[in-house]
């Protein structure tokens, strides 16, 4: 169910009886209120994000569900030792008065975590009411991911409408729906979404790869001080390392083919266009998209094949073809 944000005072680092109640559902021991710290943390919303995705109001409040009892830690590394808070409760909440881009009601995902006070926890708090961790960001598996023009399914319905684009004054996105399962949360310093971050993928499992593992390869690499050259950290599933050296190969193919059809619009270009200066054209190959890169292919070759037309060797002109024809009329019975 969506809630609407509590207007009041600041909340307390400290949890209530029915919050506590709900974090010793989590725990071993029953813990004192004061042995606990808890905080909220906006998980993602239903704006567009920097991936040019962003999430239904139905998948939100399913996640809702799937986020409860889920760990938070740091870059989403699989390191049992970065697990650093753990959800208790999460649900949905409208913002009212607000409206996203694509015009539905603000809404966003809401958790509250705990963690247990003292020890090396106590530098976690000082950064959580420093405002230095903030940025929040999720692991997580989606069902469907849906173009927001035409609600074809990217995965298995590819449309020829890109994301970031506008048609009939609509900006194009994917639509990311029917959550699968949930994995993680973590403390990131640049999230996808501007509101709180968010990693998703639309693979069942991480052992099918996908957007999610190549993903959290680069925030696992950003995270080491000057990166790391050559093999990654020592603890990589050897499926999510061929999965990630799988897609960097394909990237250096869409490279050598993006140069390969740059080299010949700038060829055609010249012979369409020889009065546009070679600066301007190179100008234009350079920032053009791949599909504007097609497009100036075909209409700069449709424009120097009218100019400059190509006949075989033996082919007979049009005009002498008809002066023979009409010579024959003589000796014709």
């Known amino acids: 169910m969506i809630q609407q944000p509590q207007e009041g005072p600041a909340e307390n680092s400290c949890p209530s009886p029915e919050e506590l109640a709900g974090i010793n559902a989590y725990t071993r021991r029953e813990f004192k209120a004061e042995e606990l710290y808890v905080f909220s943390v906006v998980l993602c919303d239903n704006e567009i994000d920097r991936d040019l995705e ?7 409040e399913k996640m809702a569900g799937l986020f409860c009892g889920k760990t938070g830690i740091y870059n989403h590394s699989m390191d049992a030792n970065t697990q650093s808070a753990r959800i208790f409760r999460c649900e949905t909440e409208q913002v009212p008065g607000r409206s996203t881009e694509c015009g539905e009601p603000y809404t966003r995902l809401v958790a509250r975590a705990y963690l247990p006070r003292g020890g090396k926890n106590e530098s976690l708090i000082l950064d959580l009411e420093s405002g230095m961790k903030k940025e929040v960001s999720v692991g997580c598996s989606m069902g469907h991911a849906v173009c927001s023009i035409c609600g074809a399914d990217r995965r298995t319905e590819p449309c020829g409408h890109v994301p970031g684009e506008r048609y009939g004054g609509t900006r194009c996105c994917t639509v990311l729906e029917d959550p699968l399962d949930a994995y993680e949360w973590s403390f990131v310093a640049v999230p996808a979404q501007r509101e709180a971050g968010v990693i998703k993928s639309y693979e069942e499992h991480l052992e099918q790869g996908g957007d999610h593992a190549r993903k959290v390869w680069k925030t696992q690499r950003e995270a080491v001080p000057g990166g790391w050259q050559g093999q990654p950290p020592e603890g990589w599933p050897p499926v999510l390392l061929e999965r990630v050296k799988g897609l960097e190969q394909a990237a250096e193919w869409g490279r050598i083919w993006r140069q390969e059809l740059a080299a010949r619009v700038k060829k055609m270009g010249r012979l369409a266009l020889p009065e546009l200066e070679a600066s301007v054209l190179e100008s234009l190959v350079e920032s053009a998209g791949v599909g504007e890169l097609r497009a100036l292919e ?7 094949e009218k100019d400059f037309p190509l006949f075989p060797q033996l082919a007979v002109p ?9 010579q024959n009329r003589t000796y014709q019975i």
């Open 298 to 304: 075909k209409a700069f070759t449709r424009r120097a």
């Open 54 to 60: 962003r999430f239904s109001i139905p998948a939100l």
């Open 318 to 326: 049009e005009a002498a073809t008809c002066r023979e024809q009409e």
